[in-house]
């Protein structure tokens, strides 16, 4: 088991999760992660071998949150069935990519540009909530509530609705940052990134993979 951070430890930790939506991994240095957190930059090496180890401390603290509340999730969730099971996790993934746009885009460009410590920190904890949804799209599709198609087709789809429209908006809250228009990108996180229009989204997902009605459609020829 981990050990729980110390002051310093925990200072450094916050102010580089403060500092990635805007530097991203790759453009966190030491003297101004340790500038921010207040903290004396020897205590920096204290704490952390190198930067790399830093860095994906930092990702696996904010991993390690997001998983834990899809266990929580799921832990309350005992009895209900396998779509409303579903439907509840899939509307805690989408509030915690909306409440961590800014940071999941940074790491998402990382990824792009090829920054080892994001690329091996997806590789590490990505399948964990992965299998959790792929389970239970199985076994909703083994009760006939999701039509029978290729699981990773699903989570496709699904990643869609719950991760699209906070990347969508992140990208464009960072676009028009500092500017006039950066007015619009507020109104439309309002709207599109409600709890309601969460839960509207992930139900109406869910609707359209149903399985399809094999019966005849009123009013069709016979």
């Avoid at 071998?49 to 390690?64: D, G, K, N, W």
């Avoid at 899809?70 to 409303?84: I, K, N, W, Y």
């Avoid at 990519?97 to 091996?120: C, K, M, P, Q, Y």
Wanted: charged share 25%; net charge positive.
């Amino acid at each position: 088991m981990g050990r729980h951070p110390g002051g310093a430890e925990r200072k450094l930790i916050a102010a580089a999760r403060e500092m990635v939506p805007r530097t991203g991994l790759a453009g966190l240095r030491v003297r101004a992660v340790a500038a921010r957190a207040g903290v004396n930059p020897g205590l920096f090496h204290y704490h952390f071998p190198s930067r790399e180890a830093f860095c994906r401390r930092v990702l696996e603290e904010v991993y390690t949150g997001f998983f834990g509340e899809l266990q929580a999730t799921m832990a309350g969730q005992r009895g209900r069935s396998c779509r409303e099971r579903l439907a509840r996790m899939l509307v805690a993934v989408a509030r915690f990519e909306r409440d961590h746009r800014a940071f999941s885009l940074s790491v998402v460009r990382d990824v792009l540009n090829g920054e080892g410590e994001a690329l091996g920190f997806l590789r590490r904890n990505f399948p964990a909530h992965m299998r959790l949804l792929h389970g239970l799209v199985r076994e909703c599709q083994r009760a006939g509530v999701i039509r029978r198609m290729p699981v990773p087709a699903v989570l496709a789809i699904l990643a869609g609705v719950v991760s699209g429209p906070a990347l969508s908006v992140g990208l464009m809250e960072r676009a028009l940052s500092g500017r006039p228009e950066g007015r619009l990108a507020a109104a439309l996180a309002k709207v599109v990134l409600s709890d309601h229009a969460l839960v509207e989204r992930v139900e109406l997902a869910l609707r359209g993979l149903a399985p399809e009605r094999t019966g005849r459609r009123p009013g069709a020829a016979a």
